[in-house]
Structures are given as C-alpha cells and as structure tokens.
C-alpha cells in the first residue's frame, strides 16, 4: 500500500463472506425471479406464478404447485451446498435439472427479507419460515395449499453499495417480464401468470402447446407470423425446436434471441452468430430476428458448471452447435410461405421452396426480402419515375423507388382480388393490401399537416380495457389524438371515446378503439410506433377480402393507390400486387 503499512491478512467473518458470495448469484431483482422459478421448474410445477412490486426491489412472490418441501427440510433449503438435486460425482457430468449447486436459496436470503411457505405434495399442511438479512426469525405450520411460495423483500436494503446499482423500477420489472416471456415460451406445458403491481401481463394456458404458448406471450398477428423450426439430426442425437420471426418481423436489438440448451436458458454469442448466419442477405443492416430455439444436445456434451448465475455454458462440440443451429433456422426460413410471384420455372409452382436472389431474373416481382421495411421507402410526395414503368428488378441495397405500372382492370376473383391487365403480363391486386396502403398514406399525411380527419360520435361511448390495452393507450396518447381518436379517461380501467377516425366512420368505435390498441401491442415490438398506429387503423378500416367490388370502385382504388408513396406494399411491408409475366405465361403454356 502506498502508506508503506503491510496489510493484515484475515479469513473474512462468515456474513461478509455470504454477501460477497451472493453477489454473484443475485445481481439484481432479475436474478431472483431466475433462481426460484427455476426451482419451481425443478418441483414438477404446473403452474407458476410470478408478482412484484417496486421492479421487484420491494418485493418479488412466486408460487408454485410443485412437489413442495417437507417441513423439517425447508430450513435446509437455506444452507449453503444444500441441494436435493445432486449426490454423486457422476451426475454433476450430466445435470439434468436446473439447480445443482444448493447456493440460490443462501444468497437471495443473505440480500433480503424471505417468507417461505411450503406444503408437499400429500401433506396436510404446510411450514413456514420468514428471514430478515439471513437470520431466522419466525418458524412454524402456516396454512397453505400444495407447492412452494417464497416472499423476497427489499432487495439490497443492507447493502446501499449493490442497490444503486440498479435501474429504475420499471427497467427493473421489464427485465423480469422478459425473462417470464422466455420461460414461458420454453416450457409450453407450464402455465405461468406474471404480474407487476397488480397487472398481469403475461398468462400462459400450460397445455403443452407452443403455438398458444407464443400467443399468450408475442400476441395474435406476431404469433401468427412466427415460423416453427424444428429438426431432429438423429447422427449426433441433437435435436432443435422453437419459434423465429420471418425477415419480415424484426427488432433493432438482439433481445429477443432466446436459446436454451436442455431448456435451460444461457447467453452465448456464438449461438446469436448462428442464428443471424442463417438470416444471412435476409434482413436489413442492424435488424434482429426474434427467436425461442431449444437445443436438445445429450447432457455430456454440454458444461452447465461453468458461470456462476448458470448464464453461460460450454460446448464440447462447439462446431457440430453452431452449424446445428444453423442448418435448422435456415431451413425453416426456407419452408416460409410462398414468395410472391410464379415461380420463374415452367410451372406455376409457389410451393414453399428456396426463395429466388433479390431480383433475380426479368419478371420477378420485388421479392418480400429485399422489400426492407415501409420505412426504406422515403414519403416524399415526389415521386419522379416512372409511373408506367414495370417494377425494376430490386436492388436489394437501395432505397428503391416504387410505382404501380399503369393497369387495366379485367375483374375481381374470389371477391379478394383484383385482375388487372398491364405491361409485360398480369397482375393480381390484394384488395385489402391495397386499401390499407391508400389509408395509411391519408392518415399520415394528415397527421404530418396536423390536422386530423376526426369524426366526432354523436354522444360519448364508454370503453372498458385491459392493462396492455391501457399501457398502449398511454404510450401513445399524442399519436392517437393526431390521427383522430378522443379518448378520456373515466375512472379504473373505463374510458370514454368522443371521437374516432374519420375513415373509421361507420365501424363500432369501441372496437375500433380496442382492436387499434391490440394490434399496436403486437406491431410495437417491430416498428416504430406512430406507424404502427397509423398501421392499425389503416388495416381495421381498410375494405376486407371477401368484399365484391363494382368496376368503378376496382378502378378508383387502384388509381388512389397509384397516387401513394409505396403503392407495391401494404403498411406492414406485405405486397399489394402480384406480377405474372408474359414470358412466365408462355413458358407456362408451353410456347416458349
Ligand atoms: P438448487 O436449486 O441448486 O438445488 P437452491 O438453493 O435453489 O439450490 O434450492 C435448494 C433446495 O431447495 C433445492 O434443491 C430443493 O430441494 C429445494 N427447493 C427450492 N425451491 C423449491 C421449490 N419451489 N419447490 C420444491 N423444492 C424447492
Ligand atoms: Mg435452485
């Protein structure tokens, strides 16, 4: 030391050492809500229930219905190294459960107040035990149906050190949901509810089915958009299931990347490498697809001792993972839905099968891939092209420049499209798609001029919604002003609407209301939110398939959508229109 003074060394007194120890289990609210829902993961639970308060630094409950813990052993459960999971040499090679070092339940109890109430699985009651700093302070039989319940308070209150290190509350409690999401989508056949402060926003059916798994947690439109990977390579016993966004939903960051191995969920770089290799040319700059990938690998093959909070793991076979992983995405972005245009072969084939290069080849409509997002596409009212062109081959790098080909309408099919007759071939409008765009672009451009087409109801309709409903109408409060809506608040959870959207007229305005504010929840997680609105109410006001059309109303939409900004795709990047050529016809036919 500088002084020149030697230092002494002494063993450190047996609390100082468990804080020390515990910090690096706990690091913050997160890591609790971790560490005992995998425990109750580890109990055989089939429900799992997860509330907090104050982001999870004033409290954190989470409940199960596991097998429980018998009275006599729950104060064990609070020692260091005591585990019911782990005896032998041999099965630390091949963890099967998520706990196994018997240090989560130490640590939480050194940092914070701790209720435990427990009642196994046939017992009549249960025990509980409460602790302040580590200390016991009150045991006995307590009430309590079957499974485990652990009360964690005021997290860090003895240590001010750790505490001001953490975010705010509500940073706090959305990485809590984050992690409940990703449990939630890995263990379908586990119902898990998550609340903060009284408003549950997660609740998952635990049917054991993934699909309504996806949707509880992602919503309606982003569940149903999300692609099913699933392969089996029997060779090395490696095995991949999950869920992952087509290019065409993203997020700006890789949070939404999720991987367990053995369902236990880690952090690995070389896996985000993995995934975003198979997205390879499919996905702007800076854009990162969601995904829930479980990689089932034999327990030797993996080291799940390895991080201290269990995050990180390690691969013996770090080669055979990686192009696993990658073989497996990439081919379920292969089996995506047909892409929009004939095939360029002599069949009329949109069979799911490898998608052509960004503008490949004369003929080719712009491929959904190259299409980026509606935000590439400037709004300038200019547009100084050619109207009458064909859509040019795309480049997939450039800001392209979309205009409609001049078309003549020849009928409506399956009262859904439109055919038109236009240069080089035939083109089949989506008349919902289209509509959508001519309304996004009305809305936008009034909302920019600051004068929204409003239409004021005759007398006050009173809306009731849910928490989300809420939070999006709060986060987007100025938006929905701009684009038309009034709404008021009316007490609890009761609103009051005054007025809707112009080009809402004539739809029930609660709905309307309610289904722009499902849908803005959905979009949110891709786009940017005043688009995202202007999205949703373009796409619920928007005509519907299903609609027949008269020929002058055919010839109207297609001339209004010409005069939009991005007339070949809808607000949410899908195409409007379809291009089949005249040398994809002939060959068709057989005369070239
Ligand atoms: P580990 O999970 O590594 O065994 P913990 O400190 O997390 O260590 O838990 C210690 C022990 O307490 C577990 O091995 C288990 O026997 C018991 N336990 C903890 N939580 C639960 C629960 N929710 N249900 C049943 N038993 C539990
Ligand atoms: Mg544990």
């Not at 062109?389 to 409506?412: I, N, S």
Request: aromatic letters at 6%; hydrophobic letters at 40%; proline letters at 7%.
């Amino acid at each position: 030391m500088s002084d020149g003074k030697t230092m002494t060394i002494s063993v450190l007194r047996p609390e100082l050492a468990t804080q020390i120890a515990a910090g690096e289990v706990v690091e913050r609210p997160v890591s609790v809500v971790k560490e005992l829902v995998e425990n109750s993961i580890d109990a055989g639970a089939s429900q799992i229930i997860v509330q907090i308060s104050g982001g999870g630094i004033e409290q954190i409950q989470v409940t199960d219905d596991g097998m429980g813990i018998p009275s006599d052993e729950v104060a064990l459960a609070f020692k260091h190294h005591a585990t019911s999971k782990l005896t032998t040499q041999e099965q630390l090679d091949a963890i099967a459960t998520l706990g196994f070092r018997g240090e989560a339940l130490p640590s939480i109890v050194a940092v914070a107040g701790v209720t435990i109430t427990s009642r196994p699985q046939g017992e009549q009651a249960g025990h509980q035990i409460e602790f302040q700093w580590g200390e016991k302070i009150r045991e006995g039989p307590q009430g309590a149906p079957p499974g485990t319940s652990i009360t964690v308070s005021e997290l860090f209150a003895n240590l001010p050190a750790r505490r001001k290190f953490l975010k705010s509350n509500s940073a706090e409690a959305g990485r809590i949901h984050e992690l409940v999401s990703r449990y939630a989508l890995a263990y379908p056949d586990i119902s898990f509810v998550y609340s903060s402060e009284g408003r549950t926003s997660i609740s998952t059916p635990g049917n054991d089915r993934p699909a309504e798994a996806l949707l509880a947690v992602y919503g309606r439109e982003a569940a149903a958009a999300m692609l099913e990977v699933h392969s089996d390579y029997s060779e090395t016993g490696y095995k991949i299931d999950g869920f992952i966004s087509p290019p065409s939903l993203t997020r700006a960051n890789r949070t939404y990347m999720s991987f367990f191995i053995n369902r236990r969920w880690i952090q690995n770089r070389m896996l985000s490498f993995a995934l975003e290799e198979a997205y390879h040319g499919l996905l702007q700059e800076r854009r990162y697809p969601i995904a829930v990938i479980n990689l089932t690998i034999p327990y030797p093959d993996v080291d799940v001792n390895y991080h201290p909070a269990k995050r990180e793991v390690r691969f013996h076979q770090e080669r055979t993972v990686y192009s696993t992983m990658q073989r497996a995405v990439r081919a379920a972005l292969m089996l995506d839905s047909p892409v929009p245009t004939m095939s360029s072969g002599n069949s009329f084939s949109t069979s799911a099968q490898a998608r052509p290069p960004a503008g490949s080849g004369p003929g080719f409509f712009h491929s959904p891939f190259n299409r980026s997002s509606t935000r590439a596409v400037p709004r300038s009212p200019a547009r100084e092209t050619n109207v009458a062109g064909v859509p040019g081959p795309a480049d997939a790098a450039a800001t392209y420049q979309q205009a409609l080909p001049a078309l003549r309408v020849v009928g409506q099919i399956k009262s859904t499209y439109i055919v038109a007759d236009g240069p080089d071939g035939m083109y089949v409008v989506d008349q919902h798609a289209a509509h959508e765009r001519v309304l996004f672009d009305r809305i936008c451009r009034h909302a920019a001029a600051k004068s929204p087409q409003s239409q004021p109801l005759l007398g006050p309709v009173a809306v009731e919604l849910t928490p989300s409903q809420e939070d999006n109408l709060r986060s987007n409060a100025e938006y929905l002003t701009s684009y038309g809506f009034d709404v008021e608040s009316f007490g609890g959870t009761s609103y009051l609407l005054r007025a809707v959207p112009t080009i809402m007229t004539g739809q029930d305005p609660a709905r309307s209301l309610v289904d722009v504010l499902d849908l803005v929840a959905v979009d949110g997680l891709v786009r940017q939110h005043e688009d995202v609105l202007a999205a949703s109410i373009a796409c619920h006001a928007a005509i519907r398939a299903g609609k027949s059309l008269t020929e002058a109303e055919m010839v109207g939409l297609l001339g209004q959508l010409e005069a939009t900004d991005s007339p070949l795709t809808c607000p949410h990047g899908r195409p409007t229109l379809m291009h089949f050529s005249d040398y994809q016809m002939e060959r068709g036919f057989g005369r070239r």
